[in-house]
């Protein structure tokens, strides 16, 4: 094919930005991250839900807030024949809306939910950070109670540790409630109006329609504000003050170590009380700020009430597998293979590659984790596989066995090697690998 339209071809093609193919060699990462996700899950009494990939826009144009940069800029529209449908941006809406039209308001309370797969925003891709993600989340509804807020906290840790990644550093804050924020918004704006000229332009725009959200500025020019800007837990109302000292105390007791940061409002509309976010750190005392978070989450007690159902105090929390994979890795963090092959089977000439067809099955269907590769008939490369696959023991099967109806067996790390009848290779097999 000549190299111009391969270039074409190439480029029609090519992966969206912000997007990858997660390809046979990192299987084993994302397996294992779902399942020891779903179990540590389970043992604190979370069950699985699935939600669809797309939602009508207003599930989240109600919940995040339509001056947020994930429904301003980052969701992505379906063109449909009039349905006014996105790829979901995050999880917890989603969510909140299947417990609201499945009435699971109407089963005991708390229902307990864990949920994980692909999410969609449209951001300005770099390492950690892509157009399609993953998740894996935990939504909490019908509860207030804070030992919820630290237990959310605890599961995301608890599924880091069990990978070894254990420095972890939670940044805690409380963004108080719908009585205590308006107060706080006013000291904010206070605070800012003066400064408004020296301010980005984007903080220019958020001053009227999100002022929390200057807080979150990553701005140079914006950041020195910040330090001084007024901080919401000296605005708190006695509701608010109380759940945050007790969160903090149920933390004290699991032992898990948290930095307030008075300046995290995180991005979406729907959060109350606590938020969140959890960085791994050599040490916590190197903790910087603007790094990329391995999980986040927080309280959302009028998420489904803005939905149209009753109110259903929440919490939640998600973390993203591919900064959790990126973490393992960067820690050399070892993961075994997802099938490790015991027992090779080698064939030799025409009637052994037959035979060694149902021996294969036999083995298998035996329990024995077997590999063979039959496409391929030399025996230097049918060894060299085995070898490649690690195995402990090949099954050599030629012309000579098949007549003498017997099989020889080596050990790949000695070279030794015994011939036995074929009548007895199960129970021969049981005793060396068993
Ligand atoms: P979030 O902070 O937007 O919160 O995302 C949660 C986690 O997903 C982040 O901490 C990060 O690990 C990962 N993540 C987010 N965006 C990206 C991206 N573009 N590329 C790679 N990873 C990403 C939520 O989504 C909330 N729904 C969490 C929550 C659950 N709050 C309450 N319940």
């Known amino acids: 094919m000549p190299k111009k339209i391969k270039k074409q071809i190439k480029e029609e093609i090519a992966l969206p930005k912000g997007t990858f193919d997660i390809l046979p060699s990192d299987e084993k990462y994302w397996e294992r991250v779902e399942n020891v996700a779903k179990n540590i899950s389970r043992e604190y009494g979370f069950v699985k839900i699935e939600t669809p990939i797309f939602e009508h826009s207003n599930v989240y144009l109600r919940t995040i807030g339509e001056a947020t940069d994930v429904v301003e800029k980052q969701m992505y529209y379906l063109k449909t024949k009039g349905d006014k449908l996105v790829l979901r941006p995050e999880g917890t809406a989603g969510i909140a809306r299947a417990y609201l039209v499945n009435g699971l308001f109407e089963q005991p309370q708390p229902v307990k939910l864990f949920y994980f797969g692909p999410f969609f925003r449209y951001e300005q891709p770099q390492s950690g950070r892509f157009r399609q993600f993953h998740q894996f989340g935990l939504e909490l509804i019908g509860d207030q109670d804070p030992i919820n807020d630290a237990e959310i906290i605890n599961i995301l840790c608890e599924i880091f540790n069990k990978f070894g990644v254990k420095n972890l550093a939670i940044e805690l804050n409380s963004i108080g409630c719908k009585l205590c924020r308006p107060k706080f918004k006013s000291a904010l704006l206070k605070y800012y109006r003066p400064k408004v000229k020296n301010l980005c332009q984007n903080c220019k725009q958020r001053i009227d329609v999100n002022p929390l959200r200057l807080l979150d500025c990553k701005e140079e020019g914006c950041r020195k504000f910040i330090e001084n800007a007024p901080q919401i837990v000296d605005k708190l109302c006695e509701d608010c003050k109380n759940h945050f000292k007790l969160v ?173 009848p074929m009548e007895k290779l199960m129970e021969r097999l049981k005793e060396k690998l068993r």
Not at 282 to 304: C, F, M, T, W
Not at 342 to 349: A, H, K, P, R, Y
Not at 373 to 392: E, I, Y
């Open 248 to 420: 903090i105390e149920y933390l004290d007791e699991l032992g898990l170590p948290y930095i307030l940061n008075p300046h995290l409002v995180r991005g979406f509309d729907y959060y109350t009380k606590t938020v969140f976010e959890i960085f791994y750190e050599d040490s916590i005392e190197n903790h910087k700020p603007n790094q990329l978070a391995l999980a986040s989450g927080g309280r959302y007690d009028y998420l489904v009430k803005e939905l149209g159902g009753r109110a259903a105090p929440a919490v939640g929390g998600a973390f993203g597998f591919e900064r959790l994979i990126g973490q393992m890795k960067k820690q050399n963090v070892k993961i075994n293979d997802l099938f490790e092959p015991e027992v090779f089977v080698i064939q030799l000439g025409p009637t052994a590659k037959k035979k060694a067809l149902k021996l294969f099955e036999n083995l298998r269907k035996s329990g024995f984790k077997a590999a063979q590769s039959f496409g391929k008939d030399s025996l230097a490369t049918q060894l060299a596989r085995a070898d490649r696959l690690k195995v402990k023991t090949a099954l050599i099967l030629g012309q000579k066995e098949i007549f003498d109806e017997s099989i020889i067996i080596k050990e790949m790390d000695t070279g030794v090697q015994e011939t036995i």
